[in-house]
């Protein structure tokens, strides 16, 4: 079992960045794929972007792309997203996700096991 825990979000203006983390509990953090997804309010949640294992796959949301980038590390049990250029419509509660299948078995939200709390992301105009 592995417990996750989001830092990073916040308020900033359009334009801006932030880096959000999540860690993770256990020794086995190498082993499980990674998400990041976000929910806004009255919307479903939706994939924002993914890693594999070892960190040499990653997959990102055509709303993302080019602009949010997902990493990890590891050695500190840790997985970044990293959202430059943001804009109001990335307001949203984001999540990270874990799941032990390889990441090219992974199709949606209902195929990651674990997930964190949640940290709110705001972009104001």
């Known amino acids: 079992q592995v417990q996750l825990v989001e830092s990073g979000g916040g308020l900033v203006q359009a334009g801006g960045s932030l880096r959000l983390s999540c860690a993770a509990s256990g020794r086995t953090f190498s082993t499980y794929a990674m998400g990041w997804f976000r929910q806004a309010p009255g919307k479903e949640r939706e994939f924002a972007a993914a890693i594999s294992q070892s960190g040499s796959s990653t997959y990102y949301a055509a709303s993302g792309k080019g602009r949010f980038t997902i990493s990890r590390d590891n050695a500190k049990n840790t997985v970044y997203l990293q959202m430059n250029s943001l804009k109001p419509e990335d307001t949203a509660v984001y999540y990270c996700?874990?799941?032990?299948?390889?990441?090219?078995?992974?199709?949606?939200?209902?195929?990651?096991?674990?997930w964190g709390q949640g940290t709110q992301v705001t972009v104001s105009s």
């Open positions: 996700a874990a799941d032990r299948s390889p990441l090219r078995a992974i199709r949606g939200p209902t195929d990651y096991e674990y």
